[in-house]
């Protein structure tokens, strides 16, 4: 079945760095998905990529769809304790069907 | 104005007990979802239903019986509770007649079997 890993599983960064979590797919996507959970909440939905090589930008967010729409990346600049949580990436294989989640980077950041 | 809620947020249970999980959402949606996240955090899709119609069932065992009333609800029964389902229930909702399927999750349930 189809398979999406996350790397790296947790990410200790601190306070005003840059740090990029990726996510890989075992077969090709329709669309990817990108959610954060804070520690005690919810899955939250941050954004969705559609085409091959797109890129998307929230405020320090930066998201990557790959060319072979198998892969994307969030790269996060300047981190702030704010962006502290698990960072999901979900693929979805055709329209209609289910979400595949990653395992998720959990994010710890030393102020 | 909760967009998606569950009832209810905290769950502490005996082993072999029934017990339920509610959940509803005042999007319009047409799609709902019952999601498992283990102790490691990984996300595992369980049941979905479009229109009240199952649409994903993922191989989760019987003792685990979804029920949709309408669009807006969706329930998860459980009979039998044994140990390891002790985690945290998400319930989600999107719609399905378009491309854009975020889907947007209650605050969870937190079921613990002792």
């Known amino acids: 079945g189809q398979q999406v890993m996350q790397i790296p599983q947790y990410q200790h960064v601190q306070e005003g760095e840059d740090f990029t979590t990726y996510c890989n797919s075992s077969t090709t996507l329709s669309n990817i998905q990108w959610y954060k959970q804070r520690p005690g909440g919810h899955p939250v939905f941050l954004i969705q990529?559609?085409?091959?090589?797109e890129v998307k930008k929230q405020k320090r967010l930066t998201f990557q769809f790959g060319e072979a729409k198998k892969n994307s990346s969030l790269h996060i600049t300047a981190t702030q304790t704010t962006d502290v949580g698990t960072y999901f990436c979900a693929g979805l294989v055709a329209a209609g069907n289910k979400l595949t989640f990653g395992g998720g980077t959990r994010v710890l950041v030393k102020p | 104005d909760t967009a998606v809620s569950q009832t209810p947020k905290y769950l502490v249970t005996q082993m072999g007990n029934d017990k339920s999980i509610k959940c509803e959402q005042n999007l319009g949606h047409d799609t709902m979802y019952w999601y498992k996240q283990d102790s490691k955090k990984f996300l595992k899709i369980m049941f979905s239903y479009n229109n009240k119609e199952l649409i994903i069932n993922e191989t989760v065992p019987n003792r685990f019986s979804p029920k949709s009333p309408d669009k807006a609800h969706l329930n998860l029964h459980i009979n039998s509770l044994e140990l390891g389902d002790s985690a945290v229930y998400f319930c989600?909702?999107?719609?399905?007649?378009?491309?854009?399927?975020?889907?947007?999750f209650g605050p969870g349930t937190r079921l613990t079997v002792t």
């Open positions: 990529l559609v085409k091959s090589g």
């Open positions: 989600a909702s999107s719609l399905r007649d378009n491309s854009y399927y975020e889907q947007y």
